[in-house]
């Protein structure tokens, strides 16, 4: 079992940057791949960002790449987002599957899920 705490949302301007935090706990995380989506009302879930618990590779979804990195430092991985856009306005989810595959973006694949923390950017 994995248990995951997101933090770190809040109200920014357009151009500003801002990085959540994704709390993980749990027995024998390095077993997990870890992902960062995001729901806009109304939108299905959308892949943001993914990596290993190790984080020997990133893979982003191509609306943010070069804006966002992920990353890990002992059990809290995080999302850094830069440059943001209104278009970025969302719920930021967390999220874990078991370890395996080549892909991260499949939200069906993952298993354990943050509660979400809102990231509002005006314009």
């Known amino acids: 079992q994995v248990q995951l705490v997101e933090s770190g949302g809040g109200l920014v301007q357009a151009g500003d940057s801002l990085t959540l935090s994704c709390a993980a706990s749990g027995r024998a995380l390095g077993i997990y791949d870890m992902g960062w989506f995001r729901q806009a009302p109304g939108k299905e879930r959308a892949f943001v960002a993914g990596m290993p618990w190790s984080g020997r590779y990133t893979y982003y979804a191509d609306s943010v790449k070069g804006r966002v990195t992920i990353s890990r430092d002992n059990a809290t991985v995080y999302l850094e987002m830069n440059t943001l856009k209104p278009e970025d306005t969302a719920v930021y989810y967390c999220?874990?599957?078991?370890?395996?595959?080549?892909?991260?973006?499949?939200?069906?694949?993952?298993?354990?899920w943050g509660q979400g923390t809102q990231v509002t950017v005006s314009s």
């Open positions: 999220a874990a599957k078991r370890l395996g595959g080549s892909r991260f973006s499949a939200t069906m694949d993952y298993d354990y």
